[in-house]
């Protein structure tokens, strides 16, 4: 059997980059153990978004070879000075953020017309989106916490947001709507902290989202992987701050021990199963295949909140995603196999549709 010419995608024009490029390299030495089955090709998206095909997957380096993505009957890639190409059975985006996980990534991905693990077009562009993720997660029966929106071309009254802030009471965050990874976000203790928490935010999205707090809420989160057809939900897992308030992108990146990781998290097991349901019904309402990080926040009387969905998570071995199937006894390896498998079915149902009336 010939092996699968796999392109596994990382780094990008995002503020996660670094932490793309951590996860790809996981992801990129399991599937090139599978020497039987995979032909691996790691490819750099550097942060002006040059593209470059590499001898192993990490940081740039002046030997990457300069690549561009093309619409060839004959090839998905090809070097710019013509001394590579190929035609890649699959394509491993393993990128966070914008121009990442957004959508827009897909959306080229469409027009290469190539298959690629994770979520469409629709499912990524409303998973990035904390404001309409929130409301589908609401319809799906999922509970939310109340929040307000304001952005950066739109003037706002300030008075009548403090009051709102005011009503809810404090502390509230403040977070860029369509950021992953904790970048931008800030939490308000004090009215006059409100504004310049929203300033801050608004440096790295044109929209900030400004929610009720759960103060030192727990975070709990279930990962899940597959299609409509056939979903599997994980454990739920805990992290819990050791450094700061929350868990803040210092916590999750930069201070080392900054948290600590409980699977299965020490939760009810009803809690438990209610939660893993929410996550699977949100997965399935926006459209979602492949795989994805749905997180919540538990307060002190142990009543918890849809906070976010990641739909392109962390996949380095330390990252949750892995950990909270490896709790229920999953093979990481294995599961890495599926979704590109899921990948190639998904993409084959897509190519069986008409085009014509």
């Given at each position: 059997?010939?092996?699968?010419?796999?392109?596994?995608?990382?780094?990008?024009?995002?503020?996660?980059?670094?932490?793309?490029?951590h996860?790809?390299?996981?992801?990129?030495?399991?599937?090139?153990?599978?020497?039987?089955?995979?032909?691996?090709?790691?490819?750099?998206?550097?942060?002006?978004?040059?593209?470059?095909?590499?001898?192993?997957?990490?940081?740039?380096?002046?030997?990457?070879?300069?690549?561009?993505?093309?619409?060839?009957?004959?090839?998905?890639?090809?070097?710019?000075?013509?001394?590579?190409?190929?035609?890649?059975?699959?394509?491993?985006?393993?990128l966070?953020?914008?121009?990442?996980?957004?959508?827009?990534?897909?959306?080229?991905?469409?027009?290469?017309?190539?298959?690629?693990?994770?979520?469409?077009?629709?499912?990524?562009?409303?998973?990035?989106?904390?404001?309409?993720?929130?409301?589908?997660?609401?319809?799906?029966?999922?509970?939310?916490?109340?929040?307000?929106?304001?952005?950066?071309?739109?003037?706002?009254d300030k008075?009548?947001?403090?009051?709102?802030?005011?009503?809810?009471?404090?502390?509230?965050?403040?977070?860029?709507?369509?950021?992953?990874?904790?970048?931008?976000?800030?939490?308000?203790?004090?009215?006059g902290?409100?504004?310049?928490?929203?300033?801050?935010?608004?440096?790295?999205?044109?929209?900030?989202?400004?929610?009720?707090?759960?103060?030192?809420?727990?975070?709990?989160?279930?990962?899940?992987?597959?299609?409509?057809?056939?979903?599997?939900?994980?454990?739920?897992?805990?992290?819990?701050?050791?450094?700061?308030?929350?868990?803040?992108?210092?916590?999750?990146?930069?201070?080392?021990?900054?948290?600590?990781?409980?699977?299965?998290?020490?939760?009810?097991?009803?809690?438990?199963?209610?939660?893993?349901?929410?996550?699977?019904?949100?997965?399935?309402?926006?459209?979602?295949?492949?795989l994805?990080?749905?997180?919540?926040?538990?307060?002190?009387?142990?009543?918890?909140?849809?906070?976010?969905?990641?739909?392109?998570p962390?996949?380095?071995?330390?990252?949750?995603?892995?950990?909270?199937?490896?709790?229920?006894?999953?093979?990481?390896?294995?599961?890495?196999?599926?979704?590109?498998?899921?990948?190639?079915?998904?993409?084959?149902?897509?190519?069986?549709?008409?085009l014509?009336?």
């Amino acid at each position: 059997m010939s092996l699968l010419k796999v392109v596994v995608l990382y780094g990008g024009k995002s503020t996660e980059h670094e932490v793309s490029v951590h996860s790809a390299q996981t992801v990129c030495r399991i599937l090139a153990d599978k020497k039987d089955k995979y032909q691996i090709y790691p490819v750099f998206i550097s942060k002006e978004g040059r593209w470059f095909l590499q001898e192993s997957c990490g940081p740039q380096t002046p030997g990457d070879k300069p690549i561009t993505p093309v619409l060839r009957a004959d090839a998905t890639f090809a070097a710019l000075d013509g001394s590579f190409c190929a035609a890649a059975d699959a394509v491993f985006p393993v990128l966070h953020g914008t121009n990442c996980e957004d959508g827009t990534m897909q959306g080229f991905l469409e027009t290469l017309n190539v298959p690629y693990v994770g979520c469409g077009v629709l499912a990524s562009a409303m998973g990035m989106d904390k404001e309409i993720s929130k409301l589908v997660a609401r319809e799906a029966g999922a509970p939310v916490l109340p929040c307000r929106v304001v952005s950066k071309f739109r003037p706002y009254d300030k008075a009548r947001l403090e009051r709102w802030v005011l009503e809810q009471g404090l502390p509230v965050f403040v977070k860029p709507v369509r950021l992953g990874s904790s970048v931008g976000v800030r939490k308000v203790k004090e009215l006059g902290e409100l504004h310049r928490a929203i300033d801050f935010a608004l440096e790295f999205d044109t929209d900030v989202m400004i929610e009720k707090g759960v103060d030192r809420a727990r975070e709990i989160f279930c990962a899940i992987y597959g299609d409509e057809n056939n979903l599997k939900s994980s454990a739920c897992g805990e992290l819990r701050t050791v450094a700061g308030e929350f868990f803040d992108y210092n916590a999750k990146y930069i201070v080392a021990g900054g948290c600590e990781t409980k699977v299965p998290a020490d939760i009810p097991a009803d809690v438990a199963a209610h939660m893993r349901q929410d996550s699977e019904n949100i997965f399935r309402a926006l459209r979602g295949s492949g795989l994805a990080r749905v997180d919540f926040l538990m307060d002190k009387d142990g009543k918890y909140y849809f906070s976010e969905i990641n739909t392109l998570p962390g996949m380095s071995e330390t990252s949750l995603f892995p950990q909270l199937f490896e709790a229920c006894g999953e093979d990481y390896g294995l599961i890495l196999e599926r979704l590109i498998d899921l990948a190639r079915e998904v993409h084959a149902r897509k190519a069986a549709l008409s085009l014509s009336r």
